[in-house]
């Protein structure tokens, strides 16, 4: 997958997680969209280290389960760093 699929993929990842997880994380749009794109990274990275595949095509269903639920892991961490924080 070349650079900028991976950066739409890891933007559009991001949007999703940050709709599926519950109640109201900080930051703006552009940060939610920035940890999209490491949460894709993640995700690629853990599906090659657990699951020995990682994110291969744009439009595999594999890559985007990967790449939505590496966002989902970063945008919870980046939610507890930030209430912890905020205190």
């Known amino acids: ?9 890891g933007l559009i990842a ?4 940050k709709a599926i997880l519950p109640g109201r994380q900080g930051g703006g749009i552009f940060i939610t969209l920035l940890l999209g794109v490491v949460g894709a990274f993640l995700g690629g990275w853990l599906g090659g280290l657990i699951f ?3 994110l291969q095509e744009f439009f595999s269903l594999q890559t985007w ?3 939505i639920g590496g966002a989902i892991i970063v945008l919870l961490v980046y939610g507890m760093i930030t209430k912890r924080t905020a205190r």
């Open 65 to 67: 389960l990967l790449a």
């Open 52 to 54: 020995g595949t990682g």
């Open 1 to 9: 997958m070349g650079f900028f699929a991976f950066l739409i993929l």
């Open 14 to 17: 991001g949007a999703i997680a």
